[in-house]
């Protein structure tokens, strides 16, 4: 069982910001209330490979549901993903083993160690999306045989809903509809299973990646080495493989909306240092599409990252601004997330798409060695 | 202990129609229903006076919440009313003893009686709201202390949500949004209490009240009497009072929209026979203000009931249709529904409207004898 401290987070949320590709939360705020809670619960939070969870374990996942654009105006209180898991537990007549997060991308990866630093309870080292997704039903987790329902929902005022739902879709529609009533953000507990089916469903080590990835952009810079491609070396030895600079530019326009409870547009970027033309990229709270002169050169579940280019910090959605200076990063995810199961729910058709999904590998023209 | 019999419901929902002030939804739809559903469990159900309610049992409100122009094209399965029912009870931890009508007016006075028939329940002769009303906190119950929440909403493939809120107009708010992503038509149960406490916070006798307002009007049009001054005969003899004809006339236009999970609109109306000008009736699911020449004639919670000038059959919201020949008539409600706390729930301010409430009687220039 690791351990991870106060000192750890600041790695982590950055990673996390990387690889909610844009989504997931302002990961800054997600730092603030999971610091908060650590430092109240004496400075650390138990991490658990996916590997040591008991078979017979009861692991709930749980987190934040809503606009990102939503978080940043609409800061949480803190107490709330815990009373998310607790009126789960209650529904279920049985306390939680252990917390996994639901999402590896911005607050998502912060919250449960909030709950784990509250409750005491380890958290798992692992996700159902090995990256951020908009919707709560694009989860290996439910890709692979669980159900997302019986879900808990909370806000800020101690209201709860309880959702029964026949499909995870359901689940996700109503559920949204519950958060934009509560004002666009809500904690949520759901996906509970036991440790053996954990194993089974979760992408491992997605924690312990994005304090790498986060570190690894942290220390490139201090050492003064270009950390695109320091992040880019560091990326086959993960279970993500290939990175590649998809663009470099000017953001030129940026439209974005909160609309059906999600932030919704796209941002043009204006090629710069020898980047000729603009790309387009399309996002639904995360990054879904990258066009370059109309041609597709990333797509969903690949990642598509944008990060700033002096500093190399991921920017996420709700920041994007005319005339930030930006590197766009594109990573392809592995196979796990490529199976036609996979992408029938988080590939381009599950957000109503029409491009089929091409390996950002294939896109590029790159040829395995 | 009454019974009621499969030809009782004719009357009870003809009644339970004029006192849905115009919404409450359909009542023909709610009458096969409990018709059907009482055939098959052998013609009758109990109907439970409110005084012979034990201080200890646990009686719960159940019924349909949503717009009635999305009940005529989305008709329930039957089963709904019961699952809501059940879905509260496991959440309660203990069975229901008896169901109460949350309103006395459409297919809320006839669902509960579906529930009876499905599962043996006794019904009780009483509501929460002496009429129908849009919105779920406009209740007796609400005004009087009993808390909405915890709340059980399904839809007709089982999916299901159990609410607890801090108010009742949150448990509302989210309760709407639900239902409008379940389609705009479900079943809710809610308002759980003792019959101690349903004995100080029910309106007594609705359920009897309905048949007997919807005696009246079969037995005078049979017997080719004035049904409308049948009725104001009668309504002296109830918990209501004073009954005026407000208008006649010929309906010269219907705005009718579905929005917000409501039917919302006007309709108004060209006199004849005598009647000068044009009335309009704003509605909310009911009707809330009769204005004649720009003057309030009678004002929610006051009842504004639109009937069929020839045949004297109450006409539902989502049923007015251009041309219809209709009578409008006031009906003034009892005290209970006119103290300051309940006119602040259920009042013209509940609705934001901007006229205060002044009695029918105040209006018409009624001066008691």
């Not at 547009?265 to 033309?277: E, H, V």
């Not at 944008?306 to 200076?325: F, K, V």
């Amino acid at each position: 069982m690791a351990v991870l401290t106060i000192a750890d987070l600041d790695d982590l949320a950055r990673g996390a910001a990387f690889l909610g590709t844009g989504g997931g939360g302002d990961p800054y705020i997600g730092r603030l209330m999971a610091q908060e809670a650590m430092r109240e619960a004496g400075g650390t939070v138990e991490l658990m490979d996916l590997s040591a969870v008991p078979d017979d374990a009861l692991v709930i996942a749980a987190g934040n549901m809503g606009a990102p654009t939503v978080l940043i105006e609409k800061i949480p209180g803190g107490d709330e993903p815990v009373q998310a898991l607790r009126r789960l537990e209650a529904h279920l007549g049985r306390p939680a083993d252990a917390v996994i997060p639901f999402e590896a991308g911005g607050v998502n990866s912060t919250l449960p160690l909030l709950i784990g630093a509250k409750t005491g309870l380890p958290v798992v080292d692992a996700d159902g999306m090995g990256r951020a997704f908009p919707e709560l039903q694009m989860e290996t987790f439910g890709v692979y045989g669980v159900p997302a329902p019986p879900l808990a929902i909370v806000n800020e005022f101690g209201d709860s809903v309880v959702i029964e739902a026949h499909s995870d879709r359901m689940a996700e529609w109503i559920a949204r509809g519950v958060t934009i009533r509560m004002g666009g953000q809500t904690s949520i507990a759901e996906y509970a299973m036991d440790g053996a089916t954990a194993k089974r469903v979760s992408i491992p080590g997605t924690m312990t990646l994005a304090q790498r990835i986060g570190r690894c952009l942290r220390e490139s810079r201090q050492r003064h080495i270009d950390p695109f491609a320091a992040l880019i070396d560091l990326l086959p030895h993960t279970h993500y493989g290939l990175g590649r600079v998809l663009f470099t530019g000017k953001i030129a326009d940026v439209l974005r909306e909160t609309r059906h409870g999600f932030a919704i547009g796209r941002a043009r970027i204006a090629g710069l240092d020898g980047w000729i033309g603009e790309m387009e990229i399309t996002f639904q709270n995360e990054n879904l599409v990258a066009r370059q002169g109309g041609q597709v050169r990333a797509i969903v579940p690949d990642l598509i990252c944008i990060l700033d280019s002096e500093t190399a910090e991921p920017i996420t959605t709700e920041w994007l601004r005319y005339g930030q200076r930006v590197t766009v990063l594109g990573v392809g995810v592995p196979e796990i997330m490529r199976t036609p199961e996979a992408l029938a729910v988080f590939g381009p058709q599950g957000f109503g798409l029409d491009e089929p999904f091409v390996p950002i590998e294939a896109l590029l023209d790159i040829v395995p060695c």
